[in-house]
C-alpha cells in the first residue's frame, strides 16, 4: 500500500514538470551608469525593472514563454 502512494505521487510530480514553461525574461537598469541588462532575475541592488516579460534571452519577443 505504501509502495503504490509513494509511486503515485512520483507519478503525479512528473507529470507536473511536464506542463512547466520556463522562467520569463526581463529588462534592467543600472542606476549607476543607465546600462540595460536582460535576465530573468534582478542582477541586484542598484537595478530597476524597467520592462518585460519577454520570451527570449534577447528580450525582443514580448510576452510570456509558453503562451500563444
Known amino acids: 500500500m505504501k509502495k503504490s502512494i509513494i509511486l503515485l505521487a512520483a507519478g503525479v510530480l512528473v507529470s507536473l514538470t511536464a506542463l512547466a514553461a520556463p522562467a520569463a ?3 534592467w537598469k543600472s542606476r549607476l551608469n543607465s546600462e540595460v541588462w536582460c535576465t530573468q532575475i534582478s542582477p541586484g541592488d542598484g537595478w530597476v525593472l524597467t520592462s518585460g516579460p519577454y ?3 534577447h528580450c ?7 503562451k500563444q
Open 25 to 27: 525574461w526581463y529588462k
Open 55 to 57: 520570451k527570449d534571452a
Open 60 to 66: 525582443k519577443i514580448e510576452g510570456r514563454p509558453g
